[in-house]
C-alpha cells in the first residue's frame, strides 16, 4: 500500500503563492501516477494537475500557466507550486498516487484559503 501526507496549506492573499508538499511512504517503488486534485465547499472533486513516471504533465484549465506540478523520486515527495492564485483557487486540496496499475491512495487533505 501506499501512504500519502500534505502539507503546505494556508492562506494567502490574491496574487500569492504557495507550495504544496506530498510526502509518499510504503509501496512507493509500484506509483506510476501522482496527483493533485482539489474540492471546493459544494462542489466535486476535480483534477488540478497530474504527472506520470516519465514525467508527462497534465493541468486543468484553470491552473494552466499558474501551477506547476513536480516529483522528486528520491525522497518521494510531490509538489505543487501554486503562484498567482485567486479566490476561486480556495478548496481543499488532496494528493493522489495511482500505483500497482489500478489502486490509488489519498491524503487526508490540505486546505488553501485564498482571501485579503
Known amino acids: 500500500q501506499v501512504q500519502l501526507v500534505e502539507s503546505g496549506g494556508g492562506l494567502v492573499q490574491p496574487g500569492g503563492s504557495l507550495r504544496l508538499s506530498c510526502a509518499a511512504s510504503?509501496?512507493?517503488?509500484?506509483?506510476?501516477?501522482t496527483g493533485w486534485y482539489r474540492q471546493a465547499p459544494g462542489k466535486e472533486r476535480e483534477l488540478v494537475a497530474g504527472?506520470?513516471?516519465?514525467?508527462?504533465?497534465e493541468y486543468a484549465d484553470s491552473v494552466k500557466g499558474r501551477f506547476t506540478i513536480s516529483r522528486d523520486n528520491a525522497q518521494n515527495l510531490a509538489y505543487l507550486q501554486m503562484n498567482n492564485l485567486k479566490p476561486e483557487d480556495t478548496a481543499v486540496y488532496y494528493c493522489?498516487?495511482?500505483?500497482?496499475?489500478?489502486?490509488?491512495?489519498w491524503g487526508q487533505g490540505t486546505q488553501v484559503t485564498v482571501s485579503l
Open positions: 504527472i506520470t513516471n516519465g514525467g508527462n504533465l
Open positions: 493522489n498516487a495511482r500505483y500497482e496499475f489500478i489502486r490509488t491512495s
Open positions: 510504503g509501496s512507493v517503488f509500484s506509483i506510476d501516477w
